[in-house]
């Protein structure tokens, strides 16, 4: 069968490290392909080199299109042979419509000179029908949700006509209805003999949406897989390169009986006097206990989180042990013990001007200060020591942030909040867009971080992650708590249920 897309002997360096070593992918038409492999295997690299990001004369090997050599300059030659890109991260223009984002580049169409509205609204119109959203296209972009800009996104990539489509990580930022119907938009797009690649770390995306599966892992290829032969075990082992047999890790440490935290009738008022974004919750939990907080988007789990924190005007009284703590910012809370990861990390929490090490002590600064001058070499330190405690892969603590994986984007995060060794951690979605080996990582240091004393609170969109990790259940519904069970009761049913059955006005704490 012949190969839409195909790249033979592909590697690529970098000062040193070898990011790819001697790819050679094959793509068939019409088919959704998946790239899947953990964080650093070299899938951003590759993609870039077919994206012409990375530019011929930069890489060794040869890329094929339509069985043909092509050696791209930039992304624009990649666009104009027909390979179009859809990045992970939102990249649109606020203040233009949707039209002028979806043409945004080639607003003027064919006349190059003027922009003809008329006709830029009938066409983005056509292709977002074609897409099965139904929008104004006139519209600001600013008005619409970020599922929607991702569609749009979508809809901008379709309207070069591509050969071939490139996600990267589509669904990382959307909710399972908006993920369910993402997925429907693709099988329409297969179905009329569009070709994809899903760059994706997503086990079940793969298994519910891919023809083919190519799984990279230190820069290499180490598996093919065709759908007949998908299974999840075998797609996992081949990125990890061992089995996984057992993906949480188990629990050997027994819960504390103390009280670390407890709150005590949390409201947090919505804007304009609208329904509470969180109305009348109360719960606990105890020294080395992890309690989850499921619900849908939009629920109020962050929001529980963030008042906690300090980071949004709440009512309610919070206690850490057994001390009533006045939590009016976040200097309150973590003066207390508290800390929180947030699920944001590249607009609330890294900061990408820094380096690494200035990312891990940011905001402890004070503990490697004598006098108010802050000591460099305790300082310095500590961030390696960070750095080896969470395995961070980087070439030291003067890396560039915003060149590490997501993954070790992550383990940094956690690295700083736990600095300063906290009482009580926050954690929201806290393995988001961090690959399985990674997930691997972060549970176990979760579980001994529980082995240690810590309370712990856990937010997270994925019900198997929350029933694996958790000890204990909170399911909230617009902004109430509907179910409390412990992990022996608890299952994907019953948190599903709980949130259709929506919020039932009553006091639900626990002892």
Known sequence: MPYILATEGLSKHFAGVQALRTVDLKVQPGLIHALVGQNGAGKSTLVKVLNGVYPAGSYEGTVR??????????????RACGIAYVPQELQVLENLSIAENIYVGQTGLESKALVRFNELNRRAAQ????LGVALDVRAPLASLSAAQKQLVMIARALATAPSVLMLDEPTAALSVHETDRLFLILERLRSEGVTMILITHRIPEVLALADWATVLRDGQIVAEIPRADFHEDAIVSAMVGRRIDLLFPPRDTPIGTEEVLRVERLRVPRPGGAADIISDASFSVRRGEIVGLAGLVGSGRTEVLSAIYGRIAHEGRVFVEGREIAIRQPADARGAGIALLTEDRKNAGLLFNLQLGRNITLGNLHLFANHGLIDRDREDTAARASMRSFEIKAKSIRADVAHLSGGNQQKALLARVLVHTP???????????????????IYRLILELAGRGLALIVVSSELPELLGMCDRFLVLSNGTIVDEFTKADGSEERILQATARGPVRQQIATA
């Open 65 to 78: 299109l339509h069985d043909a050599p092509v050696r791209f300059s930039s992304p624009a030659d990649a």
């Open 423 to 441: 009482k009580i951690l926050l954690l929201d979605e806290p393995t988001k867009g961090v690959d399985v080996g990674t997930k691997q990582e």
């Open 127 to 130: 292709v977002l029908s074609r």
